[in-house]
DNA sequence: AGTCAATTGCTGAGTACTCAACTAAATTCT
DNA sequence: AGAATTTAGTTGAGTACTCAGCAATTGACT
């Protein structure tokens, strides 16, 4: 049996010094870290999490725009269900309220209120700091134009096919 | 008052339509998607979680390496107390044992059993193919080398200030 | 029109993390 | 050597998700 043990011992080795492996490690990680720094740069300057953000960059994008909780969930890559806890905790805090939508009694539309939309104002200067910081400064003004096109692509191929 | 107001939207949609924020935003939603595409997978076909996988990984690595799980929570971007509740799941379904160190008593030392090191070579076959499909084929070769250094670049970036 | 299927949002139960406070061991300072 | 600081790991309480299952509403098929 040892000698079985030692050709796995090789391939066991080699999969995990694999180059691919070490680099989706590097994307993975690379991508939470600075998830980290934004979030608790946001929560400390204006006390609202980093999906917090995301929810109002969207909701900010087009005023006037009809958004409902299904809509939001797709683009946060989040659960109808995450969607609703975190559209509670918002309107909560007074962030954003909910109505009802006049064309589909199913819908919960959301959009931003008054102070949602001045804690956004405080919060995307912050937000832009951070990644300027990190994302952009790190990389050399080609490198970033390539970064962000081949991100893209991959998630391009991640929508394509929802198996 | 409406002026000021008037002043504020025009501010609010450019920041909600920035490129930064679009930019950073696909950098998350990316790797997310990536992480949770990983990470059913492993559960389906291995049981595993894509967290215990990048244990695994690591302690696979330099077989007879003493790795604590501080070295651990470090290298997965985790607390240690989360580290401590991951470790205590993986002993608890065979994958790793936690072995004292003889220098350090304060020390919990990690390492794989016999059935972690089988199950890892099973899911390194899922990962690589995962990884392989999402993130090597939608990229052309040089754009894969660049979008892996400028990764490292950021990623260095945010190791340097620990802020 | 009437049933069947699909979709929206909500809820209970469970999971996997964080933070803060703790113990025990090791290291540093004097 | 002894006190003060630092470090490793654990634990309790809280947070933010997921999944499975639900009711209400809408759309599609005949």
Chains 1, 2 share one sequence.
Do not use: W
């Amino acid at each position: 049996m040892i000698p079985e043990s030692r050709q796995d011992d090789k391939a066991i080795a080699r999969a995990a010094n694999s180059r691919l492996v070490h680099d989706f490690g590097l994307l993975i990680k690379s991508a939470t870290l600075l998830e980290q720094r934004i979030d608790s740069a946001l929560r400390r300057e204006c006390g609202i999490s980093h999906t917090m953000m995301e929810v109002l960059i969207r909701l900010c994008r087009r005023p006037g725009e009809e958004v409902s909780q299904r809509h939001l969930a797709d683009d946060l890559t989040l659960t109808s269900s995450g969607t609703t806890r975190l559209i509670d905790r918002m309107e909560e805090s007074g962030l954003v309220r909910r109505v009802a939508s006049p064309e589909d009694r199913r819908v919960a539309l959301v959009e931003p209120t008054e102070d949602g939309r001045r804690v956004f104002l405080r919060a995307a200067d912050i937000h832009a700091h951070v990644v300027e910081r990190y994302f952009v400064e790190p990389l050399a003004r080609d490198d970033y134009t390539r970064l962000t096109s081949a991100l893209s692509e991959i998630h391009k191929a991640l929508r394509e096919d929802v198996t």
